[in-house]
């Protein structure tokens, strides 16, 4: 199936005659509705300096949950620092690719006939699913100037491995995130392209970034358009990224983090050694790898992701047998996970952020593989699922109506009140609980239902 290519077709034509149509600046417009299929939206949110009749680079943004006003909050800044028309699908969701691409062809329609994009700085982002969506997009297509991938990289079962694409792109990743992983990979895998690219590490779990680290990433992108002479250079703006860079490493350094720190020097020798002699920065970088401390720091770090690698091998392969049996238990889960969260709280930092990556991991494949692995044929597959993330995370409400639905569904009325009384005892606001009467239809009229919530 070819992916969004062909819109490009239309793009030159659709541009030319767009209209403003009276869009607000400077606002998140949290729905445009889609003309080609109507049950379709996007969020927008045009920079206080856009003009309709100039064209504008634009950033196309996938939330992995279709949360189209949450995908524009973290690219504000770089929208106001350098002009960039925000539009974030309201439909785009983690699944099939097919749909998103389907998705994707709309979106990118409806928004080169309605606003003025520059067509030489067109841009893709996202978050974890919408991120490996918006780097896909990029390798099907020669239309895209640069990725911003968050807490997502490249890995050897994607579906669309960069080649001989020449993107920029930027891996935004936690190094608590159940994905930091990938990087190592990823760094590996770009080197053998031409594919120009950084990698940004934070001190974050599986989550957006701030706007502060989105930033930084556009200002990098506004360095590539120096170079690739999408625009012309400003040299206050190149002194003021450059400070910036500078200042990030040198907090990195000041907090011990010194891996981040070395990747920081190191961007900066990569990227301003055609505009400014850095010798100084050279000292400092060298300095700093040769140093006892990142030495230390850099060999523990590759031990544990060498062990995170075991772990989870580990962890898959006891999920696929499990998976293949009528009934199953939970004895070897919970024995696992518990010993998982006590190393959690280590005082060892990259020790704990290695199990809180692993715990996540954890949870993310169980849940995932729940919801959209299409070779599940039974329901106590999807329950073994949904019970591990119980067990992983046993306050987060989402498993337990799963459970609730899926014991009423093979008769276990019993099993369901206990899931529920798991629920109430995890701490959620009653209230919450009572939004979801769709899923407790089934127990309304059973006593030990009604002692349950009156309790």
């Given at each position: 199936?070819?992916?969004?290519?062909?819109?490009?077709?239309?793009?030159?034509?659709?541009?030319?005659?767009?209209?403003?149509?009276?869009?607000?600046?400077?606002?998140v417009?949290?729905?445009?509705?889609?003309?080609?299929?109507?049950?379709?939206?996007?969020?927008?949110?045009?920079?206080?300096?856009?003009?309709?009749?100039?064209?504008?680079?634009?950033?196309?943004?996938?939330?992995?949950?279709?949360?189209?006003?949450?995908?524009?909050?973290?690219?504000?800044?770089?929208?106001?620092?350098?002009?960039?028309?925000?539009?974030c699908?309201?439909?785009?969701?983690?699944?099939?690719?097919?749909?998103?691409?389907?998705?994707?062809?709309?979106?990118?329609?409806?928004?080169?006939?309605?606003?003025?994009?520059?067509?030489?700085?067109?841009?893709?982002?996202?978050?974890?699913?919408?991120?490996?969506?918006?780097?896909?997009?990029?390798?099907?297509?020669?239309?895209?100037?640069?990725?911003?991938?968050?807490?997502?990289?490249?890995?050897?079962?994607?579906?669309?491995?960069?080649?001989?694409?020449?993107?920029?792109?930027?891996?935004?990743?936690?190094?608590?995130?159940?994905?930091?992983?990938?990087?190592?990979?990823?760094?590996?895998?770009?080197?053998?392209t031409?594919?120009?690219?950084?990698?940004?590490?934070?001190d974050?779990?599986?989550?957006?970034?701030?706007?502060?680290?989105?930033?930084?990433?556009?200002?990098?992108?506004?360095?590539?358009?120096?170079?690739?002479?999408?625009?012309?250079?400003?040299?206050?703006?190149?002194?003021?990224i450059?400070?910036?860079?500078?200042?990030?490493?040198?907090?990195?350094?000041?907090?011990?983090?010194?891996?981040?720190?070395?990747?920081?020097y190191?961007?900066?020798?990569?990227?301003?050694?055609?505009?400014?002699?850095?010798?100084?920065?050279?000292k400092?970088?060298?300095?700093?790898?040769?140093?006892?401390?990142?030495?230390?720091q850099?060999?523990?770090?590759?031990?544990?992701?060498?062990?995170?690698?075991?772990?989870?091998?580990?962890?898959?392969?006891?999920?696929?047998?499990?998976?293949?049996?009528?009934?199953?238990?939970?004895n070897?889960?919970e024995?696992?996970?518990?010993?998982?969260?006590?190393?959690?709280?280590?005082?060892?930092?990259?020790?704990?952020?290695?199990?809180?990556?692993?715990?996540?991991?954890?949870?993310?494949?169980?849940?995932?593989?729940?919801?959209?692995?299409?070779?599940?044929?039974?329901?106590?597959?999807?329950?073994?699922?949904y019970?591990?993330?119980?067990?992983?995370?046993?306050?987060?409400?989402?498993?337990?109506?799963?459970?609730?639905?899926?014991?009423?569904?093979?008769?276990?009325?019993?099993?369901?009140?206990?899931?529920?009384?798991?629920?109430?005892?995890?701490?959620?606001?009653?209230?919450e609980?009572?939004?979801?009467?769709?899923?407790?239809e089934?127990?309304?009229?059973n006593?030990?239902f009604?002692?349950?919530?009156?309790?």
């Open positions: 199936m070819k992916l969004f290519v062909f819109v490009y077709l239309l793009l030159i034509h659709l541009s030319l005659n767009a209209q403003h149509n009276g869009l607000e600046k400077g606002v417009i949290d729905t445009v509705w889609v003309d080609k299929n109507p049950g379709e939206s996007f969020s927008l949110y045009l920079p206080n300096q856009y003009e309709p009749e100039n064209a504008s680079p634009a950033i196309f943004i996938f939330e992995p949950m279709g949360r189209g006003k949450i995908g524009i909050q973290p690219f504000i800044s770089a929208a106001e620092q350098y002009g960039y028309i925000l539009i699908s309201n439909d785009s969701k983690n699944g099939p690719y097919e749909l998103n691409f389907a998705v994707a062809n709309n979106l990118f329609s409806k928004a080169f006939s309605t606003l003025q994009i520059d067509q030489k700085r067109v841009y893709t982002a996202g978050f974890s699913g919408g991120g490996r969506l918006a780097s896909t997009l990029a390798v099907q297509s020669d239309k895209i100037q640069g990725v911003v991938s968050c807490g997502a990289g490249f890995n050897l079962k994607s579906r669309a491995l960069p080649s001989t694409q020449k993107f920029s792109y930027v891996s935004i990743m936690g190094d608590e995130d159940m994905n930091y992983h990938e990087l190592q990979f990823t760094e590996t895998y770009l080197k053998k031409p594919i120009s690219f950084e990698l940004f590490t934070y974050i779990n599986h989550r957006w970034p701030d706007q502060d680290q989105i930033l930084l990433a556009y200002d990098w992108l506004q360095l590539e358009a120096y170079k690739n002479q999408l625009i012309e250079k400003d040299s206050t703006v190149l002194r003021r450059y400070a910036k860079f500078y200042k990030h490493a040198i907090a990195q350094q000041n907090n011990k983090q010194l891996i981040s720190a070395a990747e920081a190191q961007r900066i020798l990569k990227n301003f050694g055609r505009h400014y002699h850095l010798d100084s920065i050279e400092k970088y060298q300095s700093l790898r040769e140093s006892r401390q990142f030495k230390s850099h060999k523990k770090n590759q031990d544990l992701l060498s062990a995170e690698e075991a772990l989870t091998d580990e962890f898959w392969l006891q999920f696929d047998k499990d998976l293949e049996k009528k009934n199953y238990s939970l070897w889960w024995n696992r996970i518990n010993k998982l969260k006590k190393k959690e709280v280590s005082d060892d930092l990259q020790e704990s952020k290695m199990y809180k990556r692993l715990l996540y991991k954890i949870f993310a494949h169980a849940i995932e593989t729940a919801r959209y692995d299409s070779t599940l044929t039974t329901i106590q597959q999807r329950m073994l699922c019970d591990i993330c119980i067990l992983v995370y046993p306050t987060y409400p989402l498993p337990y109506y799963r459970q609730i639905q899926y014991s009423l569904a093979i008769g276990e009325k019993d099993k369901s009140l206990d899931y529920l009384e798991k629920l109430l005892a995890s701490g959620i606001d009653i209230k609980v009572n939004l979801h009467e769709n899923v407790l089934g127990l309304k009229d006593e030990r009604k002692d349950l919530m009156k309790e």
